[in-house]
């Protein structure tokens, strides 16, 4: 089983760019990574720096939705490739092919989260008071509308 699951924040803006043979969308970023690791007496934490490419509509949403210091989430696979270049050197590379991608940034942090619609991340922006948790009481029937 080829399966990989990460979060971390995006070290600049996603590449989207298109492929020249059938115009495919493909979009390329690199996602930081926190690692700690613990020697005795003290405890450090790094960072590993793993590259992402997206494929088709997945692609275009990261390309349009995706920005530098965002924290996502991905699910994919391992690839590992390799190519000669044009003076016969030959180049290695491991990326995650991603299938899915989500936001992982808390609404709270930064403006929003950035997609919060202006409305504090409530559809229709209606009146209610936020518990600590984040929800909203919905004024209005108690009544189920089915």
Known sequence: MNKVILMGRLTKDPELRYTSVNNTPVCS??????????????????????????????AEFCG?????GQQ???????QTR????TEGRKHY?????????????????GSGGGFGGGTGGRPGG???????????EVPGDDALPF
């Open 64 to 68: 349009k939705y995706f920005l530098k």
């Open 29 to 58: 970023y690199t996602l930081a990574i926190d690692r700690r690791f613990k020697r005795p007496g003290e405890e450090k934490q790094q960072a590993d720096f793993i590259p992402i490419v997206a494929w088709s509509k997945l």
């Open 93 to 109: 590379i491991t990326e995650v092919v991603a299938e899915e991608a989500f936001f992982a940034d808390s609404k709270r942090e």
């Open 126 to 136: 209606g009146a209610g008071e936020q518990s600590p948790d984040g929800f909203y």
């Open 82 to 85: 390799t190519w000669d270049d």
């Open 72 to 78: 996502v989430a991905v699910v994919g696979r391992l």
